[in-house]
């Protein structure tokens, strides 16, 4: 028999109803992955009676299980983990009579009911992650590239025993398009005061990278309700919930320090605001792929202007902050960000 193969692994996810219970895959439920982190281990319990000089003996506790699941953000494939990070969806509008439709994904501050399966096929078993929560996300991209996505994920288990998802029920997954992946040359940055006007051509900035890390620092607990079924059952965590302020970080490293706007930011505390642009191919008609995050209230963190030989670079690292009130341009949105959008997704990945 031969060995698993990473280029044939088929991984996908599905919307999740009820904390701990696995849903079958199917189509469209497709996802293209890169290598993961997910991992299990399980918390044992060593026998460290007195009459013993050496454990002879050790029962499996509480499992734990953690990771990431990264992938190429794509126009079109990547709405589920996003908008289950977010919170709030909805069904998108349809532009004119054509097969692109506009979607917005905002910010929901408890994720409670909001969880998803995650199942890759290992050639000769299934890896089934029964529920997971998106506790984190990281979008990054930089010159030359595409834009990688990764999802921080706190899993209930990871199992390769289930009889939910197996080598049979996989056959139906497919993926509802391998395309369109987002790159970094399709982007249009823009950087401005808070308090000026909204944001147009004069505001562009020109990045060689950026970095958006957004985690929710969600929770589970070991209550006793949730563990494994056998001879030997182990404590699972309940449903994460929030445990802390959200930590939201935007970098934008530029390939020449050339003055010292921003140093005299930094030093002002002068508050920004952004958006981040990308316009892919043509949908149909006038509508092409778009995907779009918008940033209300940025505070200049730092900007680590580093002496070098050759050229010197300027990475600057804001606080991503909610807004008291919306600026100018960015109509409703007081939430540290906004996800939006136009692709071919035609209904509400969180429904």
């Known amino acids: 028999m031969s060995g698993s193969i990473g280029v044939e692994i088929v991984a996908g996810v599905k919307k999740a109803t009820v904390w701990g219970t696995p849903v079958a895959l199917g189509a469209n439920d497709g996802i293209l992955i890169l290598p993961t982190t997910l991992k299990k281990r399980a918390d044992v319990e060593v026998d460290d009676s007195l009459g013993n000089y050496f454990s002879v003996d050790g029962d499996p506790g509480m499992i734990v299980a953690d990771g990431d699941i990264p992938m190429y953000l794509r126009y079109d494939g990547c709405d589920l983990p996003l908008a289950n990070f977010m919170g709030v969806a909805g069904a998108p509008t349809q532009q004119g009579a054509t097969a692109a439709y506009a979607f917005i994904y905002k910010w929901l501050k408890a994720l409670d009911g909001k969880f998803i399966t995650f199942a890759k096929s290992m050639t000769h078993y299934v890896d089934e992650v029964p529920t997971l929560k998106v506790d984190g996300i990281t979008i990054k991209g ?87 079924t056998g001879a030997n059952p182990q404590d699972l965590i309940d ?113």
């Open 142 to 228: 930089e010159v030359g590239k595409a834009l990688q996505l990764i999802i921080n994920a706190i899993p209930i288990n990871k199992v390769h025993d289930s009889a939910t998802n197996t080598l049979g029920t996989f056959a139906n997954v497919t993926y509802f398009e391998k395309a369109n992946r987002i790159m970094f040359s399709d982007g249009v940055f823009r950087l401005n005061d808070q308090s000026d006007v909204e944001l147009a051509t004069g505001h562009k900035i020109y990045p060689a990278s950026f970095e958006l890390t957004a985690k929710r620092k969600q929770k589970g607990e070991y209550t006793g309700q949730y563990r494994t």
């Open 239 to 351: 449903e994460p919930t929030n445990n802390d302020t959200p930590e939201i970080r935007l970098k934008l490293q530029f390939p020449r320090h050339s003055g010292v706007t921003y140093l005299n930011a930094l030093g002002a505390d002068t508050r920004k605001k952004a958006d981040i642009a990308f316009t892919g191919g043509v949908i149909e008609g006038a509508y092409s792929r778009k995907f779009m995050l918008q940033f209300p209230h940025l505070q200049l963190a730092s900007d680590d202007v580093a002496d070098e030989k050759g050229i010197i670079k300027e990475p600057l690292e804001f606080i991503v902050h909610g807004a008291t009130a919306a600026p100018a341009g960015m109509t409703g949105i007081t939430d540290p960000f906004w996800i939006s959008g136009i692709n071919r997704r035609t209904t509400d990945p969180l429904a």
